[in-house]
């Protein structure tokens, strides 16, 4: 039989930088199984975190602390941040579930998301094949890299990939990219693109349109590019060509389920699963105006 104690579940999440942004979407999958479930009168409480700022992380984090809510939602953007938090949360023994990112073996119910090596990995495949010959960057928009695990782990897999073969034609390069407000990046990265032979670029996270608007402007359409993430500006870019492929992580999906997870543990007292991984998709132009918005 299923409690009819009311829950109240806290969600922790990236602010999304504009309204129809990537991180807006988990929340429609959370508010969708919360429609779902009105006879249990749960509660969504959500608390968003700068992404550029890990102090906005721990004041949000401080919130979450504040209202004791019987369960979590948390992206562990920030390894150091979330680690703090979470040692709070099992003190308060307040069960907590991950989307996006993942830290192994911290007490966590349940991770639901992509294996964001395994995604490097077919990264790097993808690369690969598109490319007989020439040099691939690596480019992570991001702040503190050495405290964003998803990312490293996305490096990580299209390094091995390449390590493995034993005819291997490319070298890897990397550049972080903590600031677009100036025009500085990109010179770097065209810098980039003609003294070391780039033919192939990487984009860790769903910045890629950075990079599209880039070759746009320099009117490079040869470069093989590779991003995350099916939010509008990278679609733009894939259906002119400028982006071959999309790796999308169904963030509506990883909302839905991280809800029902501590739903089923919580309010029903049922075993969960401990990991489940989303598809890695490969979208293309192809085939992008198949991957309807979730419902």
């Known amino acids: 039989m299923a409690s009819k104690?009311?829950?109240?579940?806290?969600?922790?999440?990236?602010?999304?930088?504009?309204?129809?942004?990537?991180?807006?979407?988990?929340?429609?999958?959370?508010?969708?199984?919360?429609?779902?479930?009105?006879?249990y009168g749960l509660q969504i409480e959500s608390f968003t975190f700068n992404q550029a700022d890990s102090k906005s992380f721990v004041e949000e984090a401080n919130?979450?602390?504040?209202?004791?809510?019987?369960?979590?939602?948390?992206?562990?953007?920030?390894?150091?941040?979330?680690?703090?938090?979470?040692?709070?949360?099992k003190?308060?023994?307040?069960?907590?579930?991950?989307?996006?990112?993942?830290?192994?073996?911290?007490?966590?119910?349940?991770?639901?998301?992509?294996?964001?090596?395994?995604?490097?990995?077919?990264?790097?495949?993808?690369?690969?094949l598109m490319l007989p010959d020439g040099n691939i960057l690596v480019l992570h928009f991001a702040k503190e890299m050495d405290n964003q695990n998803h990312l490293v782990q996305?490096?990580?897999?299209?390094?091995?990939?390449?390590k493995q073969k034993k005819d291997n034609n490319h070298d890897l390069f990397t550049i972080e990219i903590p600031d677009t407000n100036s025009d500085k990046w990109m010179q770097k990265v065209e810098n980039y693109i003609v003294e070391r032979n780039i033919k192939g670029i990487l984009v860790t996270n769903s910045?890629?349109?950075?990079?599209?608007?880039?070759?746009?402007?320099?009117?490079?359409?040869?470069?093989k590019v590779i991003g995350h993430d099916l939010i509008k500006e990278n679609i733009e870019f894939l259906k002119m060509d400028l982006v071959q492929f999309l790796i999308c992580q169904r963030p509506e999906e990883q909302g839905y389920n991280a809800v029902n997870k501590l739903f089923r543990s919580i309010v029903q007292k049922r075993e969960i699963q401990k990991e489940s991984y989303t598809p890695i998709d490969i979208v293309t132009k192809e085939n992008v105006d198949y991957y309807k918005e979730f419902k």
């Open 91 to 128: 003190e308060l023994e307040i069960p907590f579930v991950f989307i996006d990112s993942d830290i192994k073996d911290v007490g966590q119910l349940s991770y639901i998301g992509q294996n964001s090596y395994q995604s490097g990995l077919v990264s790097g495949k993808l690369l690969d």
């Open 207 to 223: 910045k890629v349109f950075y990079v599209g608007r880039l070759l746009q402007k320099l009117k490079l359409n040869t470069i």
């Open 63 to 89: 919130n979450v602390l504040a209202i004791k809510p019987d369960g979590v939602v948390l992206a562990p953007f920030f390894k150091k941040e979330a680690t703090v938090f979470i040692k709070e949360l």
């Open 5 to 39: 104690k009311a829950a109240t579940f806290a969600t922790l999440l990236p602010q999304p930088p504009a309204g129809d942004g990537y991180w807006t979407k988990p929340i429609k999958g959370i508010q969708k199984r919360i429609s779902e479930l009105p006879q």
């Open 154 to 162: 996305r490096e990580m897999g299209i390094h091995d990939w390449f």
